[in-house]
């Protein structure tokens, strides 16, 4: 397990709500998801980055001596690194040094599992290092050893830009064929006229937890972030008798980077073309109002923020303190607090997305003829059947229906 220096770095100029013991304790938090040991974290507030080193040479000159004390392996960098301050800093300080979207590409790798998956964790590596391979650029023969060099591995990167490039090209097209698949996907749901609700969130805010206990989805659960990055997609029945898909998605982070954005456009299409978003906030964090800012941001960003969103705050059942639940049940109002562990006022979040759907609901009674008895089974699948009498001439069957399927039939003449 790789000993790990966290550097925290702050402008004073930035204005931003994250405090830098926010910044230390978030990048803490990914260092261990990627399996390293935290052994100490530096902190620096800075009046602007510079050139060679983003910080001042002083401070990096601190960090080689602490870095040999402590005999640490990797010193991990909360702002970004050029090519070239990233070889100046291991220069100086003797240590495989990398920052924070590294350390978020590297936990990327170890999640996916899937082909698609796969495919957008190369395509952002590939995308993060082409402009750092200047000359020598990254010691690429280090590749795979370690935090932060998992991933497309010498044999892919010991390769000049054209072949990169190429590359990045061929993975593109090939996200752009899934997408249509995905595009074509969602057209069927919607001539089945069934809506699409996606849970949203930051990382480790519990969606993947809510999508088992809301939909027995099976999904891998582990107190860790970026568990999920491929969308998964569940039938789920209201209390009204409505169907609808849930689906779950990548977390979301503060600060997420936006070539990170870019390549899980495929996967993150899904959040953009959603009827009903459910932010899921962790409200045992304390830095619950930090992540649902960040996480409004990333939505902004995806043109998604005008959606209607129900917010559920997560994991009561780790807070004590009735002031704090109160506290955020005011400064989140309409939001429903519920616990996806123990499954604790789900009821009330589904009457909160029923109450959504309702409005798009139709109430009808219906003689369907026995030549049509494939409308029953619709009804049943996609509706809430209320009543059914069998009779000579037919079936008469009271229904709440979606708006679009009822006028579908009508139109195409399957009812009357």
């Known amino acids: 397990m790789e000993r790990a220096l966290i550097v925290s770095i702050k402008l004073k100029s930035d204005k931003d709500n994250w405090h830098i013991a926010d910044i230390a304790g978030e990048l803490e938090e990914l260092a261990l998801s990627a399996g390293a040991t935290?052994?100490?974290?530096?902190?620096?507030?800075?009046?602007k980055f510079t050139p060679n080193f983003l910080i001042g040479r002083g401070k990096v000159e601190e960090i080689a001596v602490l870095s040999q004390e402590k005999n640490i392996d990797t010193v991990i960098f909360s702002e970004d690194l050029s090519g070239t301050q990233q070889r100046s800093l291991e220069e100086v300080i003797g240590r495989k040094t990398i920052d924070r979207t590294q350390l978020i590409l590297d936990i990327?790798?170890?999640?996916?599992?899937?082909p698609e998956g796969k495919m957008q964790v190369e395509l952002a590596q590939l995308e993060y290092l082409l402009p750092r391979l200047v000359g020598k650029g990254i010691i690429l023969s280090r590749l795979g050893g370690g935090i932060g060099t998992r991933g497309p591995g010498e044999q892919k990167l010991e390769v000049d830009r054209r072949r990169i490039r190429r590359r990045i090209a061929k993975l593109k097209n090939e996200l752009?064929?899934?997408?249509?698949h995905r595009l074509i996907m969602r057209k069927k749901r919607k001539e089945n006229a069934i809506p699409v609700v996606v849970l949203v969130g930051y990382?480790?805010?519990?969606k993947s937890t809510l999508m088992n206990s809301l939909a027995d989805a099976g999904q891998f659960v582990h107190n860790g972030l970026?568990?999920?990055?491929?969308?998964?997609?569940?039938?789920?029945?209201?209390p009204g008798g409505e169907n609808i898909i849930i689906s779950d998605t990548v977390g979301f982070l503060h600060n997420l980077p936006h070539h990170l954005i870019e390549a899980f456009k495929a996967t993150l299409e899904e959040v953009r073309e959603a009827e009903l978003l459910i932010h899921v906030l962790d409200a045992a964090h304390p830095r619950v109002y930090e992540h649902a800012?960040?996480?409004y941001v990333v939505l902004k960003e995806l043109d998604a923020d005008?959606?209607?969103?129900?917010?559920?705050?997560?994991?009561?059942?780790?807070?004590?303190d009735k002031l704090w639940?109160?506290?955020?049940?005011?400064?989140?109002p309409g939001a429903t607090l519920i616990s996806a562990k123990l499954k604790t006022n789900l009821n009330i979040l589904l009457e909160k997305i029923q109450v959504y759907f309702s409005g798009q609901m139709v109430e009808k009674e219906i003689l369907i003829p026995h030549s049509r008895m494939h409308l029953v089974n619709l009804f049943y699948r996609q509706g809430g059947v209320t009543e059914i009498k069998y009779l000579q001439t037919g079936i008469k069957i009271k229904v709440n229906l979606p708006r679009i399927l009822y006028n579908k039939l009508l139109h195409s003449n399957e009812i009357e």
């Open 293 to 295: 800012r960040a996480v």
């Open 325 to 332: 639940l109160h506290k955020l049940s005011t400064d989140f």
């Open 38 to 47: 935290v052994v100490d974290n530096f902190t620096c507030f800075c009046e």
């Open 306 to 320: 005008k959606k209607n969103i129900v917010t559920a705050l997560n994991k009561i059942d780790l807070i004590s």
């Open 176 to 180: 752009r064929q899934i997408a249509s």
């Open 203 to 206: 990382t480790n805010a519990g």
């Open 226 to 238: 970026f568990t999920t990055l491929d969308p998964v997609f569940k039938s789920l029945k209201l």
């Open 108 to 114: 990327f790798c170890r999640r996916a599992k899937s």
